[in-house]
């Protein structure tokens, strides 16, 4: 049995880890508050222009755009997010799990047919032990998504496909749902599937509320030119969408595991502290005896 001394130092050790994962958790509570906030903020933007550009294509006009050419799949580029730091839980891991799974589904075309955008320290650390080569560095936006960095990110991937260097462009993030519950989602961004795009749109929550409004547009100079440019705007929203969707997903996980490892860390400090006192208990018991012994000598 461990002595009174080791039992006493493991109890204050386990609670000066309890102090670390209880302000790590408020730290993580914190960040997810403004993630949240940002994300609340950005989705009715989004849903807006995904709604008007649905509108459009619900008219008899033929959309010409090369972010929506389907080809045969012969060189694919995959954008996969992660986070910096560790201390997540199961975050990262189930990423680089997908991405493997992934990575597997397109063997057939050969490493050099797929081309990896590692949006994250952890993943892009998996990347390279995987034997890939990033397609660039892309840590600084995991930790402060902004617009900016998105969109230069979305130019690439699109130029990629515009220029037919690669045939289809999928993201492996995690959506944020709520505080509890963070969907892990694989995503095919390039070639635009319109027709998904106004299905999500018809089952958005507020489309009863939409659909009062007349949405009978007079656009000048057509419709087909307006189009044209909404598609690129839509698809770096759509980047800087994942990015935020990542970011608040991370907060959450982290938060969630810093709460189970104080829990956990007060669990083991009971007991400890059973423990510590029985060992005590029998201490003095002992040297009770050893003095009634004595006395009766």
Not at 7 to 26: D, E, G, H, L
Not at 184 to 208: F, I, R, S, T, W
Not at 259 to 270: F, K, V, Y
């Amino acid at each position: 049995m461990a002595s009174l001394k080791e039992v006493k130092n493991r109890i204050n050790s386990v609670k000066s880890t309890r102090q670390i994962t209880s302000a790590m958790k408020m730290v993580a509570s914190a960040k997810l508050h403004k993630a949240q906030g940002q994300i609340e903020n950005m989705y009715p933007y989004q849903q807006k222009l995904n709604e008007i550009l649905t509108n459009f294509l619900g008219t008899d006009v033929t959309v010409e755009s090369p972010y929506t050419e389907t080809r045969p799949v012969a060189r694919v580029a995959i954008a996969v997010f992660s986070s910096n730091s560790s201390l997540c839980g199961a975050f990262n891991s189930n990423v680089v799990k997908m991405l493997e799974r992934t990575l597997e589904e397109y063997s057939s075309l050969g490493k050099k047919n797929i081309l990896l955008y590692p949006v994250g320290k952890k993943v892009e650390e998996a990347v390279k032990k995987l034997g890939y080569t990033p397609q660039g560095s892309y840590q600084a936006m995991a930790d402060k998504p902004t617009y900016t960095e998105a969109y230069q990110l979305a130019e690439q991937l699109m130029a990629l496909y515009a220029e037919k260097a690669v045939d289809r462009v999928v993201l492996i993030y995690h959506h944020f749902k709520s505080m509890g519950s963070q969907v892990l989602l694989k995503e095919n961004y390039l070639p635009l599937d319109l027709g998904q795009m106004a299905m999500q749109v018809a089952m958005h929550p507020d489309k009863k509320d939409m659909a009062a409004y007349n949405n009978d547009y007079i656009v000048e100079p057509s419709v087909g030119e307006l189009i044209a440019e909404l598609l690129p705007k839509v698809l770096c929203q759509k980047i800087f969408t994942v990015l935020e969707d990542s970011n608040a997903s991370e907060h959450a996980a982290r938060m969630l595991a810093m709460q189970a490892a104080t829990d956990n860390a007060n669990e083991l400090i009971q007991d400890l502290t059973l423990q510590y006192n029985k060992t005590r208990q029998q201490a003095i018991t002992n040297e009770l005896l050893d003095i009634i012994g004595g006395s009766l000598r």
